[in-house]
Structures are given as C-alpha cells and as structure tokens.
C-alpha cells in the first residue's frame, strides 16, 4: 500500500521564523508531489507543487524535493498567525496513476 | 468560475436513512474522487472515478455507492447511514497533464459536507 508520511505535529514556531515541514512517501515511482493548506473547518487549498528534484521557491514558500529519498519538505519563511492551519502532503504516481495519496497532515501553530 | 461544487453544505442523518452527496465540476476534469476526513486520519479515498463511465473503489468502499453521472458529476450515496459514517465528505476533481511525462495536476476540492449520523 502506498503511504505518505507526516509528522502530525502540532509544530509551533514564533512569528517570523521560518517552519519546516516534512513529508516521507513509499511508492519510489512517484512523480507529482503537492502541498495543501487547509484551515479548520474548511477544505484544502493548493499551496504548492513540485515534480523535480530540487527546490521550488514560491514568494514565502519552497518546497524541496529528494527523490532518493523519498521526502519532500515545505519551508514557510517569516511565518505569519495567518499561516496557522494543517498542511497535508499529497503524492501520485506517473502515467495512468491518477490518484493523490494524502498524508493526515502537520498541523502548524505561529505565535505572536 | 465555480470549481468544483459540493450539495449540502450540512446534513444530519438518522440511522438506517439514505441521501445522496452531489458533486460537480466546471473545469472539465477528466478524474474525480470522494475522500472522507476524520479527525487524526487524515484523507481517505472512498471511490474515485478516472474519467467518465469507470468507478473504482478507494481505501474505504463499504457501505457507498458512486455514480458518474457524466464528465461533469460525481454522486455518493449512503444507503443505510451508520454513525461510523459520520464524517466531512470532500469531492475533488483533477486532470492528467499531456505530454511525456504524463504527470498529473493537483485536485481541486469542493467545500466539503459535514454528515452527522445519529
């Protein structure tokens, strides 16, 4: 069975610090990997995405991918009170694999 | 330009009733899918749908049913609502990029429906 794996966290980081996030997936045959925001009591929103091994930097956010080691991580820098809310990791596979596998989420608290 | 849109919002069930959760989709997405979510587990894959006249069985199948009405609607359907099935419902739509790699876009979800079995 394919799993994605996520600390659940709560991860607490001061306003401004930088959050990191991480993300272990079992299938090494595995090609698109995304990050979702999801706020409570609401559904997940695409933060980012990221298909090649490297970084992918996107304003506040950059997601990082190591395909050797099947991780992928989400760097938050000067977190805001606003960017509290569960961040879930998805992952598919390559061709006719069309389902995203999700992991259960890091759930993010930044204090003032 | 709506996305994907999700009927009801909020639904209470009696044991042993049936409904029916709508969803559907303007971006003309070829793979659609209905996930359940409950506190500490997470998303989890109830049947998927990868283009239009298939549906497939996900991780927890038992006690719903699908239909892939066309391109543009997925439904789920309880047939014997059970407390174990109270949970938020979410529906979400993607698509497969063309080319070589055939990767694929992100899903795109509903709002979600809040189903309370009692």
């Known amino acids: 069975q394919k799993e994605v794996e996520q600390n659940s966290g709560p991860l607490s980081v001061p306003e401004g610090a930088i959050a990191s996030l991480n993300c272990t997936y079992s299938d090494r045959v595995s090609q698109s990997f995304f990050w979702y925001r999801q706020y409570s009591g609401k559904s997940p929103e695409l933060i980012m995405s990221?298909?090649?091994?490297g970084d992918k930097e996107d304003g506040r956010f950059t997601a990082q991918l190591n395909k050797a080691s099947q991780y992928v991580s989400l760097l938050i820098r000067d977190s805001q009170p606003s960017d509290s809310a569960t961040y879930l990791c998805a992952v598919k596979g390559p061709g006719g694999s069309y389902i995203p596998t999700f992991g259960r989420g890091t759930s993010l608290i930044v204090h003032p | 330009n709506a996305g994907v849109t999700q009927t009801p919002k909020f639904q209470v069930l009696k044991t042993g009733q049936s409904m029916t959760l709508q969803c559907a989709q303007d971006m003309n997405h070829n793979s659609m899918y209905w996930y359940r979510q409950d506190p500490g587990m997470g998303l989890r894959l109830i049947y998927y749908s990868a283009s239009e006249g298939t549906t497939d069985k996900g991780e927890v199948p038992n006690g719903y049913n699908v239909s892939r009405l066309n391109k543009r609607e997925f439904s789920l359907r309880l047939e014997s609502a059970a407390p174990s099935q109270t949970s938020v419902y979410f529906c979400?739509?993607?698509?497969?990029?063309?080319?070589?790699?055939?990767?694929?876009?992100?899903?795109?979800f509903g709002q979600g429906t809040r189903l309370t079995v009692v």
């Open positions: 979400a739509s993607s698509e497969r990029l063309q080319g070589p790699s055939s990767m694929n876009t992100e899903a795109f």
């Open positions: 990221i298909y090649s091994n």
